[in-house]
């Protein structure tokens, strides 16, 4: 789902090109640059191993006990319909 290790210099390229297609007033523009700073904030170097760990937990997907609870809630977890 996710690189292992992420290029930030890319990433942001890539989240400029497509702020580009929107107003900076706009939500979606305010959104795109919140991405950014988020992205940039959790690969500073205290944060940066913290990070890697979470979306190796990402990309691994859910636990039977997460897809339970999304079950019980009627919410098919392999699909994400609701029942």
């Known amino acids: 789902m996710f690189e292992q290790k992420i290029d930030i210099e890319k990433a942001s390229s890539i989240l400029k090109l ?13 959104m795109l640059e ?4 988020a992205l940039h ?4 170097e205290k944060s940066n191993d913290k990070f890697h760990k979470w979306l190796e937990s990402v990309n691994k997907g859910l ?4 897809k339970n609870h999304l079950r019980s809630m009627g919410i098919n977890p392999e699909s994400s319909e609701l029942f």
């Open 18 to 30: 497509i702020s580009e297609k929107y107003q900076p007033d706009s939500e979606e523009y305010k």
């Open 34 to 37: 919140l991405a950014g700073l």
């Open 41 to 44: 904030y959790a690969l500073e």
């Open 63 to 66: 636990s039977e006990k997460q």
